[in-house]
């Protein structure tokens, strides 16, 4: 057995790379040793072919008589604190790996994945821990694909490469986002253009492209056809819709009055699921050895876009032996880099020393908190505070979150896993085990009863025993739920000797749910378990309906989720320890998206945390870490550029802070236009040079000023005193509210204040939101705040968002009665049962409150420090609350007798016209005394369009079929109802909806 130059410098690599990461001391010598082989272990045959024990035992034979030695003296020794595996763990386990990889012929795959994230490391690229199955590879691992190590979670090498099938291996890097591309340039550059290829993808035509491409051709008016298109379900085919004119009457009306409408419908039933245009894969790249064009049709995906887009789609170029690289770009990363390097730059201004871990980020872009780090889980798991965290940030994980009180990884791991669609019915089992109010049981009173009946109670007990003895060592970290693909594959191990190749393939196959094949493998589990380990058969049946076939469906690969629960973890340990670094990083990864950036500083205000509007004097281009606050940078304005930013950064840096107006527009002349002067000014960078409405007014003077001063010589006049500064037309000088609408339309978050800015002490001596939202009675409230929304919901009426200090809430109603975002409102209404009735909406102005406020009017009382006094206090109800909640998942259609005020419709409000004795205000009623029973509801969910990717829309399909209710949803403008289960699918499916 020849080891050729692949093999060497993969092993070579391999040994290097497990020195490293176990810290022995290994010189060069004991390397190439440890790579040597005896050159005996050759196959009889084909891998698929060959037993796992005989597999073992040729990789055995490869081993030369020093491997064995060092194993011999050197095997028992633990290399990690409080592990329980040895250094003959890894070696065995890497020389196995080895072993299939050389015999499948992938020794130069591994090189190449493994070069590309080697170079992108050393250009300080930062690259994920790992992404599906790879991680399960300990080859992967040593040599730097990965950075998991897969044995202390029971990662398996098979479920990524299987020796008993021959598959194509398949790694997914992550890499930061801002720098996915020049990773794919590397690659270019470094095997040639013509090897390097994006691969193509079929788009297919569907039901309303089909059919309004027709409509065009037949010349249907525009208009019509999206009428028509409108009403096309979405479950429906073309031709079950021709033929089915009493289900679907509204279209056969068009179709029986217009001629072109019917000749439109019968051509683009042929057309339809046809292949409309050839698609980019979105991070599929192919690498081959010759030019692509040897192996597969290519072409350019535009013709302004010159990347080689293959003509074969993924499928087709691994059938014909190509492998595809995943090359994918996660924010998160990017926000990891950043966030360390703030912390750097403000330990380097402070003159103090760098944390070890980030110095070793910093060198190796390998970032390795404590994972067992108290501070971390109880000051962001525990409290839900998981805004910015990778895979947890919604509301339903939040809640759990705070329910399961997470102290470990393995914690984490288990919820990524779990919070999805199918498994999230095990969450409030998991929770209740995690905390010791639910036994951890393997048997259930039911398979117990019916062993008791056949043989005898003592039987009984021994089969229970066997199942602990060899499902808790598989199960005891999940409290005896199978949650993750590995443990199915360690289970039926356990149980029936299966090897982990035979154990995948029936995982695969009793996933497939076809009934012979399950059946089939159902026998083979059964006869098995009876020979290996003496089971009776009603257990095993018992398992394998009970728990492999479920599992078999809704199962997570365990290796992609620690992958992500250790970025999850890495993002949260940053929050914990450097919040506002933390938060700056955060807003500084969506700069370019104004609506997530809004959000962001919204939720990082309600921390206590203060974010500051850009300033010529005192922001960079991005966002900024200053003493405890966050200063936004000019970037994060709509309408500047990049550019704008870096002039007026650079040019304060070299030639210090600008003294006046005049100053500014003279030395950064170069990017003064309409647009960026308007941004600056409404933002906030100007203010310390006039008022904003003042600016404003004067534009196009500040505009021609900038281009006639850096000409301008005013030395001769200077040295007579002539006022050389410019002289501004005078207007009405802005207020808080103009002011901070300017704010919203250029960063949409208010940052210099707050409409309930100074109002705090009078407010609060009525109700708060999130006091009325979290009772099920409350007799009577006021509540003071402001519309942070209004949404016109397809023709339907209106959602209204509103806001006060402590959160929002948004309802449903048939009219909009004349209010407009942004109005300062006063609600006055009660909530019996669970529903809200609103007796009163009250349109008023920041003027009038501070009238009523009277002495009360404090403006160092802003919100935001409101915010920060009730923070604590607050969240800790919140969590208190939630926590003497029961966990609960409704799998079922909600009971008709529940009262949860966010799933169900509210009662007739009534708008009345009438004065209010505290209140004297302008009461908004569009129907004069006529009074109006409107009916309102709090917004679940609203879909407006339909998502591009089939994956997406298939899951929106089954949730809408499977999971029936009595929530009121809007899909595409129709109303839908589903259940509780149903709904919470549909915000992790859709997070922005």
Known sequence: MTMDIHEFELRYHAYKGLKTRLKLNRDTDVLVKLVKTTGRGVLEKSVPETSPEDLKKFTYETYTEFKKQILQEQGDIIPFENSKYKLANYIERLEYELKVIREMGFNSYFLIVSDYVRWAKKQMIVVGPGRGSGAGSLLAWAIEITDIDPLPFDLLFERFLNPARISMPDFDIDFEDTQRQRVIDYCTEKYGQEKVCAIGTFMKMATKAAFKDSARAVGVPFEMANQISNIIPEKSSLKEIISNAEEYEEIHNYIATNEKVKYAFDLASNLEGNLRQLG???????????????????????????????????????????????????????????????????????????PEIFEHFLQTTSFQPNIQDAFTYDSVFKLGDTTGIFQFESQGMRKFLIQLEPNSIDNLVAMNALYRPGPMEFIPRYIERKNGREPVEYMTEELRADLTKKYSAEVAEQENQKLIEDLSPIMGSTYGIAIYQEQLMFLVQAMAGFSLGEADMLRRGVGKKKKEVIEKLKKEFITRGGSFRAYKPETTTYIYEKMIEPAASYSFNKSHSVCYAMIAYQTAYLKAHFPVEFSAALIRSVEEDTDTQSFYISEIQNKGISVLSPDVNASFNHVAAIGDAIRLGFFSVKGIGEDVGEVIQQERQKNGSFQSLEDFLKRCSTIINKKSLEGLIKCGALDSFGDRNVLLENTQTLIDRSKTIPNADFGLFGGLGVDTSIQLKQVKTSNLMERLMMEQEVLKAFVSGNPLDGLYLYIKNFSFLNQVLAQENFPKFIIVGYIKEVQRAKKKGFFIKIEDISTSWEFFTKDALDFHKFDLIILHGSKKNGRIYLDKLVKTDYENLIRLAGGKYDPEWTVARAKKERYGDEKNKEIEKIKAEKSQVELEEPNENSQKHEEEQLPGEEFIEEESGVFADEQVDQHG?????????????????????????QSLMNILKHHEGDITVYILGKERKVSEVGLQNLKMLFPSS
């Open 280 to 354: 980019v894969h979105a991070c599929g790249i192919i690498i081959a050895p010759e030019p692509v064009s040897t192996y597969t049709p290519a072409q350019f995906a535009k013709e302004t876009d010159h990347t080689v887009v293959s003509q074969y789609d993924g499928p087709t170029l691994e059938q014909i032996g190509l492998l595809k690289m995943d090359f994918l770009g996660l924010r998160n990363l990017s926000i990891i880099k950043t966030c360390i390097k703030i912390i750097k730059a403000r330990h380097d201004k402070a003159g103090e020393p760098l």
């Open 929 to 953: 005394d006529e009074e109006v029973d409107e009916e309102l509801e709090e917004k679940t969910f609203t879909l407006e369009t339909l998502p591009e990717n089939m994956e997406k829309i």
